[in-house]
Nanobody, 118 residues
Framework: EVQLQASGGGLVQAGGSLRLSCAAS????????IGWFRQAPGKQREGVSF????????FYVDSVKGRFTISADASKATVYLQMNNLKSEDTAIYYC???????????WGQGTQVTVSS
């Protein structure tokens, strides 16, 4: 059974930092692009950042470039999202996601709430 366990959300003031973790199990870690979507109240879910360790590729949505850094520790099958200089518009539920083969295999973890107070 594939599981993606997300953690690390919380309440932080604007300008602060948080680190999200997504621990994967039940899959071959290097075969997947793993990362984060987020959904704010009243908005559509958007892709935030992904990493494909085997392909050496990372993706960031424009709004987080220069502030968020994604990394992967294959020995722990865990992906981290370091979020710095957080803004109120980063407030959302963040969902861990793992995909391969163009989304043919698509798994979701539970959400973790990130709230940035201004």
């Amino acid at each position: 059974e594939v599981q993606l366990q997300a953690s690390g959300g919380g309440l932080v003031q604007a300008g602060g930092s948080l680190r999200l973790s997504c621990a994967a199990s039940g899959l071959i870690f290097d075969d997947y692009a793993i990362g984060w979507f987020r959904q704010a109240p009243g908005k559509q879910r958007e892709g935030v950042s992904f990493i494909s360790s085997s392909e050496g590729r990372v993706f960031y949505v424009d709004s987080v470039k220069g502030r968020f850094t994604i990394s992967a520790d294959a020995s722990k099958a865990t992906v981290y999202l370091q979020m710095n200089n957080l803004k109120s518009e980063d407030t959302a539920i963040y969902y861990c996601n793992g995909q391969r083969q163009g989304g043919l295999y698509d798994y979701w973890g539970q959400g973790t709430q990130v709230t940035v107070s201004s």
